[in-house]
């Protein structure tokens, strides 16, 4: 079969993809966590509640499709990675798995029983099914750019050195934070837009908060990375044509190393710029109540911040912290030539399906919700 592109410039095409993938899911599904980490502050009522619960209940499920997108492209271009990161990051991925999972229990289940302690119960659940996953998505970032403690052998099988209390790390749990306000500003900004009366208000309150604590935490994040955290550099000369092998390569690390991208290239600057400007406009766009212009702004600023660590990183995607040299890149960790090619036609081919699909569904799902169109639907939580 003839490839009509080369083999880095598959695994190129195939790190934005993953980059695409993540920045959709925390931008579609982001809402949804951060309304639900919201909703027992947001919400003061049984009345109000319902009306947060039914913002995000008809569409959550086609959201999370961004994430299971995402590990399958992870599994499937980039099997060192998920092999290492997957095994490493057990005991937090369960936890994240449990969280979600509380998620479709607390919509179906909250209902069933007309008894406050039993509503309350479920409020409780779907909190933490937008809480946890929030900020342990973050922290997983964070220790990412620290490094993870992950090893080797000579056949390539990865060994994991670490344990779950080893990822709470200060650094870690500041990137945790990130990711938490910057959910939550979303989900603020949307309940905002989508909602009226006192909720929407509390959703405005909180959404300028939460905005101006990512604003802050992601700047402290970023001044931390510049002075206080030692980045990953390859040293040896790096084929992006040859076949994955994690082991031929030589890798240092030195502080300041994770700025060396945006000095190579100037306009990677527009990643971070566009994180804290996104959300200082958001901050800026609540308090005016230019509602779907702080949508936008919570969304761009999101787009900035995950930019931001991807470009960092690269070329790398699992420094190891144990031993450097056989950190996973995107010149050695993914899967061959051909795999990438033909899941890029699947992609080209399902993609497009997927985006098509979900535009339509936010057109029939469009418009406020109150109390009277909760009555008025027979299907409502």
Known sequence: MTIPF??????????????VLLIGFAIMDGFD???????PFAARTEEERRVLINLIGPTWEGNQVWLILGGGAIFAAWPALYAASFSGFYIAMIAILL??????????????????RWHALWDWGLFIGGFVPALIFGVAVGNVLLGVPFRLDET?????????FGLLSPFALLSGLVSLSMLV???????????????QERGRAYGRLAALAAF?????AGLWV?????????????????PSNPLAKTVITEPGAWLANYSAHPWMMIAPVLGLGGM???????????????????????????????LSLFPFLLPSSVTPDVSLTVWDASSSHLTLFIMLLATVFFLPIILAYTAWVYRIMRGTVTAETIDRNPNAY
Not at 11 to 16: E, S, T, V
Not at 33 to 39: N, S, V
Not at 185 to 199: K, Y
Not at 230 to 238: D, F
Request: proline share 3%.
């Open 6 to 19: 080369d083999y880095e410039i598959m695994r190129l095409i195939w790190w934005l993809l993953l980059g």
């Open 33 to 39: 966590l951060g309304i639900g980490a919201l909703l």
């Open 99 to 116: 969280a979600l999972i509380l998620r479709p229990v607390g919509f179906k289940f909250r209902g069933k029983v007309q008894d406050p």
């Open 156 to 164: 390539l099988r990865p060994f994991y050195d670490g344990n779950f």
């Open 185 to 199: 500003a979303h989900g603020g900004a949307l309940i905002a837009l989508r909602t009226q009366g006192a909720v």
């Open 216 to 220: 802050a935490l992601f700047g402290w």
């Open 226 to 242: 510049t002075f206080g955290l030692e980045g990953y550099l390859i040293t040896s000369t790096i084929d992006t044509l040859a």
């Open 280 to 310: 200082l406009a958001a901050w800026l766009a609540l308090g005016m109540n230019r509602y779907m212009t702080a949508f936008l702004a919570t969304s761009a600023g999101i787009f900035g911040i995950i930019s931001t660590a991807g």
